[in-house]
């Protein structure tokens, strides 16, 4: 289970702040991608990056702005959110984007709580 | 749009015994993929199965297995002499191919929690 890692794993802001979420992942994988989790609600796909370039955004809003620098390495930098965006954020890995390598890895998440 | 449905919040099973969690889909798209994940109390979420559309032949994993009908749009989960560790939130997925599509599409439902009583 320590194939990819989330910090923090719990996180408290403000609506006026900005804060980042991090992700790492030891498995050598080319793509990482971004989920949302909120309860009774299916899990939503956020972003997908796949050799650091974004091949999928589906329609996120901009207060959410990732960054992959490497293929490692995966961030969510988080501004201006609002109370409906507390949910658990999840990190998840794959080999590449193409079906017979693109199981997702998925990190623990971090627990968002916007006040 | 294609849409992953499952319409069992909540199932309980009693240890050793057989387990069917069901999932829907809608889709257009005729070649497709479909998963289910098992996501334990604060653990982290993995793979159970997987199924290519194209094959007729139901994808099996140990003690799980899958009931694909194609047809029917339907996707259900088996899991056989259930243990206290298969309890967990289970997700059925829906992946199109990103090739023929041009978007990628990763689709989860809304998650059947199972619980296993001793």
């Avoid at chain 1, 408290?12 to 991608?33: D, F, I, P, R, W």
């Avoid at chain 2, 993929?33 to 997987?50: A, D, E, G, T």
């Avoid at chain 2, 989960?77 to 059925?92: E, T, V």
Wanted: net charge neutral; glycine share 4%; with cysteine.
């Amino acid at each position: 289970e320590t194939g990819v890692t989330q910090t923090p794993r719990h996180l408290v802001m403000g609506m006026t702040n900005k804060k980042s979420l991090k992700c790492e992942q030891h498995l050598g994988h080319n793509a990482m991608y971004w989920y949302k989790q909120s309860a009774k609600k299916p899990l939503e796909l956020m972003f997908v990056y796949s050799l650091e370039e974004r091949v999928e955004n589906n329609s996120v809003p901009s207060r959410f702005s990732p960054e992959c620098p490497n293929s490692s390495h995966l961030f969510l930098h988080l501004h201006t959110l609002q109370p409906e965006d507390s949910a658990l954020y999840l990190c998840a890995s794959s080999q590449d984007t193409g079906y017979f390598t693109d199981t997702q890895y998925f990190g623990p998440g971090t627990r968002l709580t916007v006040l | 749009a294609q849409t992953v449905t499952q319409s069992q919040p909540e199932m309980s099973v009693q240890e050793a015994e057989t387990v069917t969690l069901s999932c829907t889909y809608d889709t257009s798209e005729s070649d497709y993929y479909l998963f289910w994940y098992k996501q334990p109390p604060s653990r982290q979420m993995i793979l159970v199965i997987r199924q290519e559309a194209y094959k007729q032949q139901n994808a099996t994993e140990n003690r799980f297995s899958v009931n694909f009908q194609k047809a029917a749009k339907s996707f259900s989960l088996k899991i056989s002499d259930s243990q206290l560790g298969d309890a967990a939130m289970y997700f059925c997925a829906y992946r199109s191919s990103a090739i023929t599509s041009g978007t990628y599409k990763y689709i989860f439902g809304t998650g059947t929690r199972l619980k296993v009583l001793a």
